[in-house]
């Protein structure tokens, strides 16, 4: 099956990428070093435990500079891998596949990264109920690539862009003058899903009334949240953010928010450790 994702060209990132390293110019290395025929076999595999991420965009890249590469996925995505796991074995025309290489590597590298450190909050707060969400706090014109790798880590897509849900924040309360303002304003314009920020107790019930779904309960201490969830006390779903760490996730999730947003997955993620290794000719 083709790899697809919504709202995402594959076909165009691939050849924007590929533009983007050539230069209109083209890989002069491997024009002045391999020869024409040459043929390359190798094997991408991974130096870390990862959890795998983007290998099709990877395969994508090769097939993009040789249309007959042999390529052959050894692991899936989201599978989580040992430290020298083999990931894909392939197989062409040398120079194309010499050209490809660094753009699908850095591919593999960075969805991988974030797919690991995903993996391991959603392992912090397991057994708790609570579901760890993703955040648009995302590199320019890769957000559904990165969001598509916290999915393959076990996080849950939270709004994918501005129009897929109204999100009122403190400098929208600010300009419209109050939180049930700001709600209020959201409603009649016909929104079925508004987010609203509060960061304190006496903001939650005038968010509520007006027509909030959602709580998003910023930056708030493990203490002032249980008092929040209790005081929601089931109405909407709650979420905690700001400042969410690996090591503070599962006293946060113990609180019993729904939700808890980790801006920090796609943010912070380090690049996992992937190469790709020469085999034969």
Not at 109 to 120: E, F, K, P, V
Not at 156 to 167: H, K
Not at 244 to 260: K, P, S
């Amino acid at each position: 099956m083709a790899f697809s994702l919504d709202r995402f060209d594959l076909d165009v990132f691939v050849a924007a990428t590929l533009a983007e390293d050539l230069g209109g110019v083209g890989d002069i290395t491997s024009e002045a070093v391999v020869p024409a025929d040459a043929v390359f076999a190798g094997v991408m595999d991974s130096r870390d435990a990862i959890v795998v991420a983007g290998l099709p965009i990877a395969k994508a890249f090769f097939r993009a500079l040789d249309p007959e590469a042999e390529v052959e996925m050894l692991a899936e995505e989201g599978q989580r891998v040992a430290a020298g796991a083999d990931l894909m074995r392939l197989r062409g025309k040398a120079r194309a596949l010499l050209t490809a290489e660094r753009s699908a590597l850095n591919t593999v590298q960075h969805l991988s990264g974030i797919a690991m450190l995903t993996r391991a909050y959603v392992d912090a707060i397991a057994g708790t109920g609570a579901i760890l969400l993703d955040t648009r706090k995302t590199l320019p014109g890769l957000r559904i690539l990165e969001k598509y790798a916290t999915r393959m880590g076990g996080a849950t897509n939270y709004r994918m862009g501005l129009w897929d849900a109204a999100m009122i924040k403190d400098n929208h309360v600010a300009v419209a003058g109050s939180v049930g303002e700001a709600v209020r304003r959201a409603v009649a314009a016909g929104i079925e899903r508004i987010i609203v920020e509060v960061d304190r107790i006496d903001q939650i019930e005038p968010a509520l009334a007006a027509g909030a779904t959602h709580l998003l309960l910023d930056n708030m201490g493990v203490a002032v949240l249980r008092e929040a969830v209790a005081l929601v006390a089931g109405r909407v779903p709650t979420e905690a953010s700001g400042g969410v760490r690996l090591d503070t996730i599962r006293a946060i999730a113990e609180t019993g928010v729904t939700y808890i947003s980790v801006g920090r997955l796609t943010q912070s993620a380090p690049a996992a450790d992937v190469g790709l290794d020469f085999t034969s000719g």
